[in-house]
Structures are given as C-alpha cells and as structure tokens.
C-alpha cells in the first residue's frame, strides 16, 4: 500500500491539497493535521485534489467531514475534484457527494470557483431595473435566522 502524501498550495485565494496514496486510519491524522496547516496558511477556501487518491476508508472520511464542518462554519468551502471511481463511489455510497461538492476535475473545480466567487451586480446592487434588491427568502427579525 502507498502511504499518504499530502501537498497543499494557494491558488486563487484557495488552498487546494492534492492526496496521493492511501487514505486509511494510518494516514487520517496526517491529513487532519495538513488540512488545519492549509486552512490557516491558505484560507477557508479549500479544495481536494482526490486525483491521485487510491483508496479511502471511514476514517478518511471523517477527516474530510470534519474540515467540511470547520471550513463552511468559517464562512469558506471545500470542494473534492477528480476522484477516482473507487473514491467516487465511497462517496455516493455514504450520500457526501449530496453534501460536499464534487467536481470531476480539478480544473472544473477551480472553475466553479472562480464562477462562485464572481460578484454577481443584480444580486448585489438590484435587479438593474431601478428595483431594491428581492427580499430575503427568511422573513426580517425570525429569531435563529
């Protein structure tokens, strides 16, 4: 079995940590350890190279929930690009694909990215229309909201 290997490297405002390797119980430290490493060199934007990723067990898995958990709380993201199919279908099996996203490469990640990011003005500043802006979906003044 090929040990994990963990890069990690800013682009675009992001940090995206390529994995290489396996992923098990062996290595689920490791990586937790790189991926708070890259959070705080790199920001709360990050993706995962799952490209080179062999294989992925549970422990793994919770790794990559738990940064998703802590990244999105800070206000950022995690997307996973190019997993392979034995990692895809890990994934699909455990339904985290419905709640992380994943992108097929990591070209298309960085992508989506740049397209998420993008400053949207009909949102931002109204319709263009002379319009305010749409209201919220969430009514003003709900409590917990």
Known sequence: MP????????HAGRAVVRLR???DIAGSDEL???????RR????HLILDL???EFMD?????VIVGCYKAATAAGGSLTLAGPRPVVRRTLEITGLHRRI????TLEAALSAGRH???PNPARDAGRGDGEPPAPSAAPQGTPGV
Do not use: C, I, M, Y
């Open 21 to 23: 390797g396996e992923l």
């Open 41 to 44: 060199e790199h920001g709360d």
């Open 3 to 10: 040990p994990l290997e963990v890069t990690a490297r800013s």
């Open 116 to 118: 998420a990011a993008a």
């Open 58 to 62: 549970s422990q793994g898995l919770s």
């Open 51 to 53: 490209a080179e990723l």
């Open 32 to 38: 937790r350890r790189h991926l708070e490493a890259a």
């Open 101 to 104: 996203p994943v992108q097929a």
